[in-house]
């Protein structure tokens, strides 16, 4: 099963679909991810990409698009997987279609009110050794990652300041993109305005109740 994760940023996207790939066992694609990767290996075009990603907008479509295939020519997604952060734009969206980049078969639109999320801005960290996604307010009190025992590292783009224009941009350039796969019958719409758990139980009740093919037999492997 194909998965698109959709939604504002600090909706909680990585959050569910780390949740969702340790259930299921399916692997995680993030575009945010593969992007920091290629800052941190001090390629050309990570230091392209973070010049971009410090203001909070978007990297060129042109390198996003050839990370992103790159990645889903990769062995380990044939089968499936749970994708965050590509198609991201109206030209994004024409590359995806036109150069058939890959099959979605879920959307989930992850819907929080922007106080909310403005509210999880200054909470997140995300251990820099796994990448695994922790806030301050859910008040578990890890010193460090819970997974691998790595530092917490903070999101340079992670400020009040900078998420102002990364929601702009998302109202602006993303969210007009999800009546494509509106169009196409994908989209199911989760409420994620709670924790990561009441979040994920929600988004399962959806699927749960949802006619789009083959996905109740995907909840039945787990
Ligand atoms: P968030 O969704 O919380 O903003 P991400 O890690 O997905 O976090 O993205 C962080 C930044 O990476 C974005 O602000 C943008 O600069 C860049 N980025 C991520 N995905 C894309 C994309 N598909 N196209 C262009 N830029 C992207």
Same mark, same amino acid.
């Given at each position: 099963?194909?998965?698109?994760?959709?939604?504002?940023? %600090?909706?909680?996207?990585?959050?569910?679909?780390?949740?969702?790939?340790?259930?299921?066992?399916?692997?995680?694609?993030?575009?945010?991810?593969?992007?920091?990767?290629?800052?941190?290996?001090?390629?050309?075009?990570?230091?392209?990409?973070?010049?971009?990603?410090?203001?909070?907008? %978007?990297?060129?479509?042109?390198?996003?698009?050839?990370?992103?295939?790159?990645?889903?020519?990769?062995?380990?997604?044939?089968?499936?997987?749970?994708?965050?952060?590509?198609?991201?734009?109206?030209?994004?969206?024409?590359?995806?279609?036109?150069?058939?980049?890959?099959?979605?078969?879920?959307?989930?639109?992850?819907?929080?009110?922007?106080?909310?999320?403005?509210?999880?801005?200054?909470?997140?960290?995300?251990?820099?050794?796994?990448?695994?996604?922790?806030?301050?307010?859910?008040?578990?009190?890890?010193?460090?990652?819970?997974?691998?025992?790595?530092?917490?590292?903070?999101?340079?783009?992670?400020?009040?300041?900078?998420?102002?224009?990364?929601?702009?941009?998302?109202?602006?350039?993303?969210?007009?993109?999800?009546?494509?796969?509106?169009?196409?019958?994908?989209?199911?719409?989760?409420?994620?305005?709670?924790?990561?758990?009441?979040?994920?139980?929600?988004?399962?009740?959806?699927?749960?109740?949802?006619?789009?093919?083959?996905?109740?037999?995907?909840?039945?492997?787990?």
């Amino acid at each position: 099963m194909k998965f698109l994760m959709f939604g504002a940023p %600090m909706a909680g996207k990585g959050t569910l679909a780390n949740m969702l790939a340790e259930d299921y066992h399916l692997p995680t694609i993030s575009m945010g991810d593969i992007l920091r990767e290629s800052i941190e290996s001090g390629s050309e075009e990570g230091k392209i990409a973070k010049g971009y990603m410090d203001k909070g907008v %978007m990297v060129p479509t042109a390198l996003v698009a050839k990370m992103i295939k790159n990645r889903l020519a990769m062995d380990d997604v044939q089968e499936g997987f749970i994708l965050d952060g590509f198609p991201r734009s109206p030209d994004q969206l024409k590359v995806f279609i036109d150069d058939h980049v890959t099959d979605i078969d879920v959307v989930v639109n992850l819907e929080v009110p922007y106080e909310v999320l403005l509210s999880r801005v200054v909470g997140r960290r995300t251990c820099k050794d796994c990448g695994y996604i922790y806030n301050t307010s859910w008040n578990m009190g890890y010193k460090k990652c819970p997974k691998c025992g790595g530092e917490w590292g903070i999101r340079s783009d992670d400020n009040e300041e900078t998420y102002k224009t990364r929601y702009e941009v998302y109202l602006k350039e993303t969210l007009p993109i999800l009546d494509y796969f509106k169009s196409q019958g994908k989209v199911l719409s989760v409420t994620g305005d709670k924790d990561p758990r009441q979040s994920y139980e929600n988004m399962i009740n959806e699927f749960k109740k949802s006619e789009i093919p083959g996905l109740k037999r995907f909840l039945e492997q787990r």
